[in-house]
């Protein structure tokens, strides 16, 4: 089983960056595709980007392209994302997890929370 770790997230005002982290266990992490999500208060769990095993493939939903971007490190087993201009529509808890398929795995991390204030 994959325990994960995210941290790096806080307060901060709009237009401003955060760079989270996923610590992963296991020595299988460099064969994972990845992902992070995020869930905003009264709304349900969504994908943010994703990135395959190697770091060459990488997908993000429409609203955070050009501001995010997702990265790893397969000998520190750690995901990345870099979040850039920053908006108060993007505060949630953000979740990292292993993808298999499209599906991420039903086991979650504690997330952390980002908080962008207009």
């Known amino acids: 089983q994959v325990q994960l770790v995210e941290s790096g997230g806080g307060l901060v005002q709009a237009g401003g960056s955060l760079r989270l982290s996923c610590a992963a266990s296991g020595r299988l992490f460099s064969t994972y595709a990845m992902g992070w999500f995020r869930q905003a208060p009264g709304k349900e769990r969504d994908v943010v980007a994703t990135?395959?095993?190697?770091?060459?493939?990488?997908y993000y939903i429409d609203s955070v392209k050009g501001r995010f971007t997702i990265s790893r490190d397969n000998a520190k087993n750690t995901v990345y994302l870099q979040m850039n201009s920053l908006k108060p529509e993007d505060t949630a808890v953000y979740y990292c997890?292993?993808?298999?398929?499209?599906?991420?795995?039903?086991?979650w991390g504690q997330g952390t929370q980002v908080t962008v204030s207009s």
């Open positions: 997890n292993v993808l298999v398929g499209t599906r991420a795995l039903d086991s």
């Open positions: 990135i395959n095993w190697s770091g060459g493939s990488t």
